[in-house]
Nanobody, 127 residues
Framework: QVQLVESGGGLVQAGGSLRLSCTAS????????MGWFRQAPGKEREFVAA????????YYKDSVRGRFTISRDNAKNTVYLQMNSLEPEDTAVYYC????????????????????WGQGTQVTVSS
């Protein structure tokens, strides 16, 4: 089993920044690709960003590319999401997730590929 705990959410004005953290325990973190997803009220959970197990490949949703940066520190079993130039449309509950497949050779963007999820952290961007 993998346990994931997110932190760092909050309320910020448009144009501001937040950094989300997700710390993992249990199964070996360093062998799993990690993803960030978000879910706004009344909407489906959507992919935001992902990073492969070694940290040298990243992928982003088009609307956040250039504003958000995903990174990981395998020594600390932690993945981060740095969010800059936040917009009201970024308001959602943000979830981190661990890919079910170890040493995955491709980055997955669908929820079904991720077998482990955190409890979520609220991000609210005011206009």
């Amino acid at each position: 089993q993998v346990q994931l705990v997110e932190s760092g959410g909050g309320l910020v004005q448009a144009g501001g920044s937040l950094r989300l953290s997700c710390t993992a325990s249990g199964r070996t973190f360093s062998t799993s690709a990690m993803g960030w997803f978000r879910q706004a009220p009344g909407k489906e959970r959507e992919f935001v960003a992902a990073i492969n197990w070694s940290g040298d490949i990243t992928y982003y949703k088009d609307s956040v590319r250039g504003r958000f940066t995903i990174s990981r520190d395998n020594a600390k079993n932690t993945v981060y999401l740095q969010m800059n130039s936040l917009e009201p449309e970024d308001t959602a509950v943000y979830y981190c997730a661990a890919d079910s497949q170890r040493y995955a050779v491709v980055i997955h963007t669908t929820t079904v590929a991720y077998g482990y999820w955190g409890q979520g952290t609220q991000v609210t961007v005011s206009s």
